[in-house]
């Protein structure tokens, strides 16, 4: 069963556009989502993280929004840039315990 | 680039062999957890060790087992390799005990098995 849920698989967006990936979970007990960065052929790289606590969190370019009562979240990437062509996961724990259950990725791919 | 170092990057075995992938975690940490990452799937957790013990198991069998060192470091073991064991191998350090911190991954060991 999967316990975080991921969409879209694939994302093509212009330059300048926005990136919108959307993530949902079931366990209530989770309470701590990062989104993660990867680029091929390297491990994933923490982008950003956010804590049930909050509805969004926001670094640079890059934002979490967070619904707890749906049980969602999403990353936004503003103003995307070619160098932001990746594969993203979204994950989810508890305590952020080094214990992810990953979705199953979205391919972006930033058209200049 | 994190800290976290793997080794070797690459890997080729025969099904029914033994493998053993190592593992540097970063300065300071005193977590380990692993990984499997199949070819165009989300990474999925494997078990984590923690001050040389397991504290958690992912859904894999116990030909999948672990070890964690005095200095942190660890390995992952697969014994009798199967073509589906062929995945990118991942292990991801973090420092637990006082309060948690970020997990930061290596670059991974890409294991076929044929």
Redesign the interface.
């Known amino acids: 069963q999967q316990q ?1 849920k ?1 969409s879209p698989q694939s994302l093509i967006v212009q330059k300048g556009g926005i990136s919108i990936i959307n993530c949902a979970y079931e366990n209530t007990a989770f309470d ?1 989502f ?1 989104w ?1 960065q990867q680029f091929p ?6 982008l950003i ?1 956010i804590r049930p606590d909050v509805s969004e969190k926001k670094e640079g370019r890059f934002t979490i929004s967070f619904n707890k009562s749906a049980k969602q979240f999403s990353l936004h990437i503003m103003d995307s840039q070619p160098g932001d062509s990746a594969t993203y ?1 979204c ?1 989810a724990s508890v ?11 979205t391919s972006l791919t930033v058209i200049p | 680039e994190t800290g976290v170092t793997q080794s070797p990057t690459h890997l080729i075995k025969t099904r029914g062999q033994q493998v053993t992938l190592r593992c540097s975690s970063q300065s300071g940490h005193n977590t380990v957890s692993w990984y499997q990452q199949a070819l165009g799937q989300g990474p999925q957790f494997i078990f984590q060790y923690y001050r040389e013990e397991e504290n958690g198991r992912g859904n894999f069998p116990p030909r999948f087992s672990g070890l964690q060192f005095p200095n942190y470091s660890s390995e992952l073991n697969v014994n009798a390799l199967e073509l589906d064991d062929s995945a990118l191998y991942l292990c991801a350090s973090s420092l637990s005990g006082a309060g948690w911190t970020e997990a930061f991954f290596g670059q991974g060991t890409r294991l076929t098995v044929v």
């Open positions: 975080v991921q701590y990062p993660y052929g390297k491990g994933p790289a923490l993280a996961f994950a305590n952020t315990g080094n214990q992810f259950y990953f979705g199953t990725g």
